[in-house]
């Protein structure tokens, strides 16, 4: 049940992540990290995403 709930949450902070670093770049001009900034945050949170749906991954019982 414990690996369920963390996967929820894996989920949610990579779509929280991705919503923030978007977000700032419309509001604040990143000038010349900007491709570095959005390399870096996709990697994260990919990388979240992927840990999120491994964890709440239910293999039915046949």
């Known amino acids: 049940m ?3 709930k963390l996967g929820n ?3 949610d902070v990579s779509k929280y992540f991705l919503t923030g670093v978007f977000v700032t770049s ?3 001009d ?3 990290m900007r491709w570095f900034i959005y390399i870096l ?3 994260v ?3 979240l995403l ?3 749906l491994i964890l709440t991954n ?3 019982e046949e």
């Open 50 to 52: 992927l840990l999120g």
């Open 58 to 60: 239910k293999k039915t």
């Open 2 to 4: 414990w690996k369920e």
């Open 30 to 32: 990143l000038a010349e």
């Open 9 to 11: 949450y894996l989920i």
């Open 26 to 28: 419309l509001i604040k």
């Open 45 to 47: 949170a990919i990388i």
């Open 41 to 43: 945050s996709g990697s």
